[in-house]
């Protein structure tokens, strides 16, 4: 079953509960295993900046103030950014704002 964020969020729910782990608050998850929730939390988040990171397209702005395609990531993955220091420069000037997540306080 999908989360029921009203802004349409599309994971799984986190066990019985109605949200996904990203949504869940400290009250919802402290009746659950809490290794358990980070782990899910943990990828979630992961998935949801791989997402991010995929998603950029970077432009370039030329002499007559034309903008072009510069680069774009198409997918992601740790060989592929060793050695690519187009791919790192490029993801060193990306900001990626973190919208709609809850970040628990409980840590164990």
Known sequence: MACKLPSGCKNDV???????ALHCS????EGNDIDDY???FSNLFMKYLFENIVSNKFYKVGKDRKVTPD???KCFNYSELMGNNSLIEKLGTMDIVIKNIRFTKKTS
Do not use: N, P, R, S
């Open 14 to 20: 986190f066990k019985e509960l109605d949200y996904c």
């Open 71 to 73: 680069y774009e990531i």
């Open 26 to 29: 400290d009250e919802e998850v």
């Open 38 to 40: 980070l782990e899910g």
